[in-house]
């Protein structure tokens, strides 16, 4: 049996509130991914939760040349957008998303938003948390994994593993993409 590959997948990069910048490692990997595609929203400065997972689910189905299970990459208020698309009940076929790599995702209760993302999501999914991001204490980061029923990431004092964390390319990041990848099932 193959090995499965990034390329085995769409990929989707779901930014968090003012979209991230040309340094922020998610910019950084769709220019080494040039197949990525960024989950654009109309208004970066306004953290909607229903608009913005609207717009990821609009995004989720755009019809394909070549259907392949697709992993979302989100980060900070883009994680809570990915998962209230995956929980709105009958919102997606149930294969359509194979996985999520969620990163220093936003606090839902600072948003306000913690009952519209409060269940396990349907696909395996990796939380990556820092010691000291202002957006989301990391014993919060530890009790949303649970919630979600995520694999918890310890990423070290990184704040909030954006452009100023200073991440380059992010290689340990690519690691976990590419470890999530091996940890979905796709028949």
């Known amino acids: 049996m193959r090995k499965r590959s990034l390329s085995d997948f769409r990929v989707l990069v779901v930014p968090g509130l003012n979209n991230s ?15 990525f595609e960024r989950v654009e929203q109309e208004r970066w400065d306004v953290p909607a939760l229903a608009v913005w997972s609207q717009r990821l689910r609009e995004v989720l189905e755009v019809p394909v040349p070549l ?24 919102a997606l076929p149930e294969d359509l998303v194979a996985g999520a790599l969620l990163v220093a995702p936003a606090d839902p209760e ?7 993302v409060r269940a396990c999501l349907p696909f395996p999914s990796i939380l990556v948390g820092s010691l000291n991001d202002p957006w989301m204490a990391v014993h919060q980061a530890l009790k949303w994994a649970d919630v979600w029923g995520a694999e918890f990431v310890d990423a070290g004092a990184l704040g909030h593993i954006n452009a100023e964390s200073r991440l380059g390319d992010w290689l340990y990041g690519q690691s976990l993409l590419k470890r999530l990848v091996q940890k979905v099932d796709v028949t």
């Open 67 to 90: 259907r392949k299970p697709i992993l979302l990459v989100a980060h900070s208020f883009g994680c809570l957008t990915s998962v209230h698309s995956a929980l709105i009940k009958d």
């Open 110 to 116: 600072k948003f306000g938003v913690s009952t519209e």
């Open 21 to 35: 910048g040309p340094q922020h490692w998610q910019s950084r990997w769709q220019r080494l991914y040039p197949g």
